[in-house]
């Protein structure tokens, strides 16, 4: 995903526009009609300002025309003579490309309500990243699937984030899977083995301790249910859609419960 500042570009341009303007102004003043070294440095500025931002946009038209702009400037030591014509020329070439260019580029926004969950390595907290930390980059797509307007895309990343919790689950409960790894059996394998575990789980004791344990199995082992059954199988199998509340809803209920679980367990 690529990140541009809008506002950065519009500097650049603003720049540009300027020396247009004035190399053109200055054509007609036959006294400073060849470029003088503070012009210069002024136009290096302007010129490398704008250079990242078509990089960045891949403008590669442009890019090329700038670069070309900064050789001419960079091979003219003062001594020969280098005129606000070239300047002119060059300019207005540039900005033709710049608008040849932009016309075949698609530029979206982040709307300024959702921009918290754009591009952020911790929207589950620091607990979660560390307690599972393959499910870091999950967590930052489902927020920039949020931010992008993308709703069913968040629900399909944040279903593999509870995917990592349901595994780290079933490795504490040391579940095995019949003729195959742990990794590669899906939800439907994994839920079962994992009940059976918990009611092998009967406590020694009647102490506080052994009941909250096993509160937590019951309460974790209900969740995963219900993730499958509501939302999993629907996103995995193309079944349905989801809009921008139902996203938030699935993407605070899925925080809320990796809190607790990263509270409990780790990868």
């Known amino acids: 995903m690529i990140q541009f500042s809008a506002s950065n570009y519009l500097s650049a341009l603003d720049g540009l526009y300027f020396e247009h303007k004035y190399a053109y102004e200055m054509i007609a003043k036959p006294e400073t009609s060849d470029v003088r070294p503070h012009d210069k440095k002024r136009l290096n500025g302007v010129l490398n300002t704008m250079l990242p931002c078509c990089e960045q946009l891949q403008m590669d038209q442009t890019k090329s025309r700038i670069k070309h702009f900064l ?10 003579p280098f005129s606000f014509q070239i300047v002119e020329s060059e300019l207005r ?11 075949g580029r698609k530029f979206t926004f982040i709307p ?54 349901l595994r780290a689950l079933a490795r504490r409960l040391a579940v095995k899977i019949k003729k195959m790894p742990l990794e590669y059996a899906d939800w439907g394998k994994i839920i079962p ?4 575990k918990i009611k092998l789980k009967k406590p020694k004791s009647r102490g506080k301790k052994q009941s909250e344990t096993l509160e937590f199995y019951h309460g974790a082992i209900g969740e ?18 989801y809009d921008e509340k139902e996203a938030m809803r699935v993407f605070n209920h899925v925080r809320g419960f990796m809190q607790r679980l990263a509270a409990k367990i780790s990868e």
């Not at 979660?128 to 489902?142: L, Q, R, T």
């Not at 995963?224 to 859609?241: E, L, P």
Request: charged letters at 25%.
């Open 224 to 241: 995963f249910n219900a993730f499958k059954d509501v939302w999993r199988n629907n996103v995995m199998h193309a079944r349905g859609s």
């Open 193 to 196: 083995e994992i009940e059976e």
């Open 71 to 80: 050789g001419q400037l960079n091979q003219w030591g003062g001594e020969l």
């Open 93 to 103: 070439g540039l900005r033709t490309a710049i608008t040849k260019e932009l016309n």
């Open 112 to 165: 300024s309500e959702k921009i918290e969950y754009f591009e952020q390595d911790e929207l589950f907290g620091k607990l979660v990243n560390k307690s599972f930390p393959s499910a870091k980059n999950e967590i930052k797509d489902a927020g920039n699937c949020l931010a992008a307007d993308l709703n069913t895309a968040a629900i399909f990343h944040l279903m593999r984030v509870a995917e990592t919790g």
